[in-house]
């Protein structure tokens, strides 16, 4: 139902965008969000997203950075990275549940694949 797409490899300091899309009922039915899991490390939280759009929250490690979005017309969901820094380098995948902004990952019912961004310095 969530498939991740839009990483790659970039330098730091460097911009990428992150997109999601889900079907239909996923789109405007759930709260959305991305998380990331580096080698060796757990999954973290980076951004969430209410089912209107309205209410957003982002992790102390990105804030100012990065930006969710989502566009429910297209069933997409978006994370804008700019400023990229070695320590952004994860799988980043996006989740779908009825979560609150502070859930933990164990609220998402729904994941997509995870989609690597590498930042190299």
């Known amino acids: 139902q969530l498939q991740a797409s839009g990483g790659g490899l970039v330098r730091a300091g460097g911009s990428l965008r992150l997109s999601c899309a889900a079907s239909?009922?996923?789109?405007?039915?759930?709260?959305m969000a991305w998380f990331r899991q580096a080698p060796g490390k757990e999954r973290d939280f980076v951004a969430a997203i209410t089912r209107n759009g309205v209410g957003t929250r982002t992790a102390d490690s990105v804030k100012g950075r990065f930006t969710i979005s989502r566009d429910n017309a297209k069933n997409t969901v978006y994370l804008q990275m700019n400023s990229l820094k070695p320590e952004d380098t994860a799988v980043y995948y996006c989740a779908a549940g009825f979560a609150a902004l502070d859930a933990p990952s164990t609220a998402y019912a729904y994941w997509g694949q995870g989609t690597q961004v590498t930042v190299s310095s």
């Open positions: 239909a009922r996923t789109s405007s039915s759930y709260a």
